[in-house]
């Protein structure tokens, strides 16, 4: 390989990488800004278990993350600590797409344990009506995931996916090799793809690169990604009854948290069908590394995320038992963060290792910044409160085709804008939940549905229909050790389908028709368990 080039490059494709976008595992796409957007259709333990946020009025801390009127309804001052517990199984299996493969199948499963919430609420004393403010801290998204396949393709390899483009590479007059785009680039100088420009002296016209593994060779294929982090809102609120049976409330919510993302790819030639005749990369001293053997691909993603969003509610008492609510929640305009890597490492049947994306000055390794504006949010509800039970139903309109990025340089991020407007739009979320009190045990129940925002259609690797539709089961149980002190547990239960494409892309799109898919069944346990204290 002429290590040169990497010199004689580097200046040039760090600033097409500066300029044009990062292809690496950066969160500048539409599934990652959806990820980072997204979040829980209830918070805390009781909640949880009720499973939907109560946008018609609920007397809780809670009422700060769905209609903030509610907290007026709070009858006693509080305190509410809960712990948070999430397990992810996820089921993987595929064909390459539009091929057969052999053998892809997996699961895997993740866990996570946190603070769920803390929460103060404060009841002012009034002559007449109510005044509650509150102040809480709730996570809102957790991402832990873990995925795992593994099986034998005879059909595809990863490496073709990062041979050049015409257009992604120029020759000198002489023909030799003088730049390369940014994400070829690493892939070259990992060993993954070699430039042969004997092939242009039998050939002007020739296309001058090879692949290290051979297409149609039967490789095994290893993969496992795993993601982290959470989502978290700091609420302060108030709420005031303005007359009888009407109440109006609003908090200002600071939202943080941190994703993580790390993939790893495996291909091995286990049946030693690719030989020193068919792959070499000739050294800068001269020498061979001669014949696959094995490559991993990894990549890491961390993204820091802040912002800040308002929501405003009003509650109404109609007749004796059933109060109506409507929540308007602005756009969260969140600053990200972002650190990124790629790692390429291909090992030879004969002459050693080449890696490439473990320096920190290497292509494909940076920082970037950028904002994301979320979409406005619209919650409307009812509330039936009998004398030992309530029964709440909601509906949550989110404008997705709202969603927005931008950064620095302007036009930035236009494609993808334009793309977010086109194949966007209004998805209708609903929840319905009920209490009941027996005693001093309360037993809780309900379910909600999480819309797909998004218009285009997916398919799994067998042509079947994928939808990334969300529904949610909830129970819930809570116990009154004293008139002071509750327990409270909370359970949910998500599945929703997934798909998950290992090979890389970039703006040329895919470079090869046989891309390996991996599909996705994911299936998500939580449990929230929490004491409120009342003073």
């Not at 997705?400 to 494609?415: K, L, P, Q, T, V």
Request: net charge negative; no cysteine.
């Amino acid at each position: 390989m002429d290590t040169s080039l990497a010199k004689n490059t580097f200046v040039t494709s760090l600033l097409l990488l500066l300029s044009i976008g990062t292809p690496f595992a950066t969160a500048q796409t539409v599934d990652d800004a959806i990820l980072l957007s997204t979040r829980a259709p209830a918070v805390g333990a009781r909640m949880l278990g009720i499973g939907t946020a109560g946008y018609g009025g609920f007397g809780d801390y809670t009422a700060m993350y769905g209609n903030p009127a509610g907290l007026a309804l709070v009858q006693r001052s509080s305190f509410t600590g809960t712990i948070h517990g999430l397990q992810a199984n996820d089921e993987a299996s595929s064909g390459t797409h539009g091929f057969d493969a052999t053998g892809f199948t997996n699961a895997a499963a993740a866990q996570s344990t946190s603070v769920g919430n803390l929460a103060l609420v404060y009841k002012a004393p009034t002559t007449q009506g109510s005044l509650v403010m509150g102040l809480a801290y709730n996570q809102v998204a957790s991402f832990e995931r873990a995925l795992r396949f593994s099986g034998t393709n005879n059909v595809s390899t990863i490496t073709t996916s990062f041979l050049p483009f015409p257009g992604e590479y120029f020759l000198s007059e002489d023909s030799d090799l003088e730049e390369l785009d940014d994400l070829v680039f690493s892939a070259f100088n990992g060993g993954f793809i070699e430039f042969f420009p004997e092939f242009l002296d039998e050939d002007p016209e020739a296309y001058p690169f090879l692949e290290a593994v051979i297409p149609g060779s039967s490789i095994d294929q290893h993969g496992r990604v795993t993601e982290t982090g959470r989502i978290s809102e700091a609420n302060l609120g108030s709420s005031l009854e303005v007359s009888q049976g009407t109440f109006v409330g609003a908090s200002l919510n600071i939202v943080f948290g941190r994703y993580e993302f790390r993939s790893r790819f495996e291909e091995d030639d286990v049946r030693n069908e690719n030989t020193a005749v068919d792959y070499n990369v000739l050294q800068d001293d001269g020498s061979l590394l001669e014949g696959f053997d094995f490559l991993t691909y990894e990549q890491r993603l961390g993204s820091d995320v802040v912002g800040v969003n308002l929501r405003v509610g009003v509650s109404q008492l109609v007749g004796h038992r059933l109060r109506v609510g409507l929540s308007i929640e602005t756009p969260t305009r969140l600053s990200i963060d972002e650190s990124y890597s790629a790692e390429y490492e291909t090992l030879f049947d004969d002459g050693g290792i080449l890696r490439y994306g473990d320096q920190a000055g290497d292509v494909g390794n940076g920082t970037f910044s950028y904002r994301l504006r979320t979409p406005w949010r619209m919650g409307a509800g009812v509330t039936l409160d009998g004398s030992h039970f309530k029964i709440l139903a909601d509906l949550q309109l989110v404008e997705w085709r709202n969603m927005h990025f931008s950064a620095g340089s302007e036009g930035y991020f236009d494609d993808l804008n334009d793309y977010i407007s086109e194949n966007f739009g209004v998805a209708i979320n609903a929840g319905a939940g009920m209490e009941a009190a027996f005693g001093k045990v309360l037993a809780r129940g309900g379910v909600a549905y999480q819309a797909d925002p998004s218009t285009v259609d997916l398919e799994f690797s067998d042509g079947s229909s994928l939808s990334r539709d969300q529904l949610h089961y909830s129970a819930g149980l809570g116990y009154k050790i004293s008139p002071q002190t509750q327990l409270n547990i909370g359970w949910s239960m998500t599945s929703f389908d997934g798909a998950y494409l290992p090979y890389p892309e970039d703006g040329y799109g895919p470079r090869q028709k046989a891309v390996l898919q991996i599909d996705e069944n994911v299936t998500r346990h939580q449990v929230v368990v929490g004491l409120t204290h009342s003073f």
